[in-house]
């Protein structure tokens, strides 16, 4: 059974930073792209940034570009985000999500093939 449990999230001010994991078991994850999606209150969720299996390729999306960095440690079969100068706008339940195989890498929703329950960023102003 294929499991994706993100933790690190909390409350943190404007400017601040935070780390997010990711652990993974039930799958063989050093053969899996890894992507962080993000859902805002009311908003859709959105693409935030993708590593390739080997993390060779990386992908950001550019509302988080030069201050969000995706990263993976294919021995610990984690994923991470180390998100940094945080802003209000960056508030929301943050996910990681394996990418369906072929896929060497994706920052579509509907190519993933397994999601985590999510962890909540807040970023006060």
């Known amino acids: 059974q294929v499991q994706l449990v993100e933790s690190g999230g909390g409350l943190v001010q404007a400017g601040g930073s935070l780390r997010l994991s990711c652990a993974a078991s039930?799958?063989?994850?050093?053969?899996?792209?890894m992507d962080w999606f993000r859902q805002a209150p009311g908003k859709e969720r959105e693409f935030v940034a993708a590593?390739?299996?080997?993390?060779?390729?990386?992908y950001y999306a550019d509302s988080v570009k030069g201050r969000f960095t995706i990263s993976r440690d294919n021995v610990k079969n984690t994923v991470y985000l180390q998100m940094n100068s945080l802003k209000p706008e960056d508030t929301a339940v943050y996910y990681c999500?394996?990418?369906?195989?072929?896929?060497?890498?994706?920052?579509?929703?509907?190519?993933?093939?397994?999601w985590g329950k999510g962890t909540l960023v807040t970023v006060s102003s």
């Open positions: 999500a394996s990418t369906r195989p072929p896929l060497v890498v994706s920052t579509t929703a509907g190519n993933m093939d397994y």
């Open positions: 039930g799958l063989t994850f050093s053969s899996y792209a």
């Open positions: 590593i390739s299996w080997s993390a060779d390729s990386t």
